[in-house]
């Protein structure tokens, strides 16, 4: 588990900005950690805004909800640019779904670092082929924190790191669920996978 190194806003403290990344497959809790560690943050009394991409309305449309339907309020945005413009002066920025934003949301999690905010970024690491989804991997190479959290492979019962998609769709980004998606261990991936 992700203990943060300081939460408080005491007198006399210096704002020190940094990056944290949670990433994983589907179902492994990316979005869940996410919403634990910004109502850690509003316990601790800080000044949180959360994004998530406009294009993600699974759940809902403005609420940042994980699979167990643990939710927290956040702000449709378009592009990655937008954050720098609705940010404001908060402590805090949480940003869900990362993978859906574009390549722009690492020059804006460095920048909002850079001002002292504490950025919390979740998304998938990897596509429904196996390969590394971007811009996670330019995210994950500026962070100072990377967390990668599994989910329990849906046919074997082992770790799971791979999105594996059950239907025939070609396209990078197609959004579903359960009926869409499975999550599944390395073996169980490449033996289903077809390319």
């Known amino acids: 588990m992700f203990i943060e190194t300081s939460l408080g806003k ?8 940094h990056i ?5 497959s589907m179902f492994s809790g990316k979005t869940e950690e996410l919403i634990r560690r910004l109502n850690r943050a509003l316990i601790a009394r800080q000044q949180v805004e959360i994004f998530k991409p406009a ?5 809902h449309a403005y609420d940042v909800v994980s699979h167990n339907e643990t939710a927290i309020r956040s702000t449709p945005i378009q592009f990655a640019q937008d954050i ?4 404001g002066n908060c402590d805090v920025v949480g940003i869900d779904e990362v ?32 390969r590394p989804f971007e811009p996670m991997p330019q995210l994950l190479a500026v962070a100072e924190y990377v967390t990668k959290v599994h989910a329990i492979c849906m046919k074997c019962g082992d770790l799971a790191s791979y999105s594996y998609r059950l239907n025939e769709a070609k396209e990078k ?12 261990c390395r073996k169980c991936f490449y033996e289903g996978f077809t390319p």
Not at 10 to 17: L, Q
Not at 20 to 24: K, T
Not at 55 to 59: A, E, G, I
Not at 99 to 124: H, P, S, T, W, Y
Request: proline content about 0%.
């Open 10 to 17: 005491g007198a006399g403290k210096e704002k020190k900005g």
């Open 20 to 24: 944290e990344v949670i990433c994983g």
């Open 55 to 59: 294009l993600d309305t699974r759940y």
């Open 84 to 87: 720098l413009l609705l940010a």
């Open 99 to 130: 993978q859906f934003l574009d390549a722009g949301i690492v020059e804006v999690a460095i920048r909002l670092a850079n001002q002292g905010k504490r950025v919390i970024l979740a998304g998938l690491d990897m596509d429904f082929e196996g």
């Open 173 to 184: 980004v197609v959004l579903g669920e359960k009926d869409s998606y499975e999550a599944r």
